[in-house]
């Protein structure tokens, strides 16, 4: 059975798209199956992170430091990628150009960025969003305390065995719920597909389309090409060993949800070594690089040519730094994409006519985003680990 999983979502994913297409009144019946897998699995997020990483740590007392200064260079420098290429496409194709669209109010608020802000927003004010990964980063932060701590004190080496054993039955239980994705992925794509599937009919298709022609483009040159330099590994079986995440995150939309799988292919499929994996790939579902790329530098350009916004070169520079910082200093935000969309076009000066429109194909653009966002944590975690490997 575990062998023919991913051939049973897949064909749970198929049959929940024509399910949707030829039955959307029956979707919200079985919805419930969706909605309890992914809570279950938000809840799994903060102990699979807290004992992954507080065990990696203890266990790689001289790679802590350097590791984690690795990660956030290379995931800043593979959204700068991301961003400059999908620039480029975006003036070439050029999506906005006599683009029409309905000018749908939106009542949402917009949030600001500030240094102050990021500190407050790392103290957890809602034990229910803190226990289902609202405060990722915060439980990232106290994990690396706690795996340090316990390298000082002999009792730690008690309280890291217990925390082990731990980690070993959480993946234990993962495995068995692994066998309700078929079921999960049919519920959840039906009901996406039901309440989404016909604007790609209307006239979102065009800003759709270059949004996953950028992904296309980011996934061969930032992701397929680097790893085939470097670890030597061809492209086919690196499609072939991350597809079956991708089934879980255009199904669910949400990085924090795949977590725990992202983190066991990494260490199945691609043989990378779990003090490596468990620091690399929850930092990388945290600050959420690539597809933000993606999301953020077609918004900004869509955007400026839509209501005729210069952008020189200072301003294109200002659009990638608040991106960057928006990334890493944003997670948690209720209705993310569209709230933190609205507020780079803020920061940015560009009015926010579009934000209505574009939260009626959010979701659309949300699978692609995510999956490229978890695409790139495995590509980074697989660069970190060779590099690692040829300094060793």
């Known amino acids: 059975m575990k062998k023919n999983l991913s051939l049973f979502t897949f064909i749970g994913l198929i049959a929940g798209i024509f399910f ?157 719920f692994m066998y309700l994705t078929p079921l999960a992925v049919f519920s959840l794509i039906s009901n996406t597909v039901s309440k989404y599937g016909t604007v790609l009919l209307g006239v979102g298709v065009r800003y759709i389309g270059c949004a996953y022609l950028c992904a296309l483009a980011t996934l061969i040159l930032i992701m397929i090409l ?20 991708w089934l879980m995150t255009i199904t669910t939309c949400s990085s924090s949800a795949t977590l725990p799988y992202t983190i066991k292919v990494c260490q199945e499929e691609f043989n990378i070594p779990e003090e490596i994996t468990d620091v690399v790939v929850p930092l990388g579902c945290t600050i959420h690089m690539c597809g933000g790329a993606v999301s953020f530098s077609l918004l900004g350009l869509f955007c400026s040519r839509l209501f005729n916004v210069d952008i020189d070169l200072a301003k294109y520079l200002m659009m990638i730094i608040a991106a960057v910082a928006i990334n890493m200093s944003a997670p948690g935000i209720p209705n993310g994409g569209v709230v933190i969309g609205a507020s780079y076009l803020q920061m940015l000066g560009i009015p926010l006519d579009f934000i209505g429109f574009y939260s009626g194909i959010y979701k659309l653009l949300d699978m692609v985003y995510t999956s490229l966002n978890v695409t790139g944590d495995i590509t980074a975690n697989v660069i970190i680990n060779e590099l690692s490997k040829r300094k060793d």
């Open 226 to 245: 680097p790893v085939l330099l470097i670890r030597k590994m061809s492209p086919m079986t690196f499609l072939k060993k991350v597809n079956k995440i």
């Open 20 to 176: 949707g297409l030829l039955l959307p009144q029956y979707t919200g019946k079985i919805s419930f199956i969706g909605s309890f897998y992914i809570s279950f699995l938000k809840y799994l997020i903060v102990p699979v992170v807290f004992t992954s990483i507080s065990v990696s740590i203890y266990d790689s007392k001289n790679l802590k430091n350097r590791l984690v200064l690795k990660t956030i260079a290379v995931f800043v420098i593979m959204f700068i990628a991301t961003f400059l290429l999908s620039s480029a496409i975006i003036l070439i194709v050029d999506p906005a150009k006599d683009f029409v669209f309905e000018n749908v109010e939106w009542n949402g608020n917009t949030t600001s960025f500030d240094i102050a802000g990021v500190f407050a927003n790392l103290i957890p004010r809602d034990l229910n969003k803190f226990l289902t990964g609202s405060y990722l980063f915060t439980v990232i932060i106290i994990s690396f305390i706690f795996g340090y701590l316990c390298t000082l004190h002999e009792k730690g080496n008690s309280l890291i065995t217990i925390i082990r054993k731990i980690k070993e039955f959480l993946f234990k239980v993962l495995e068995y």
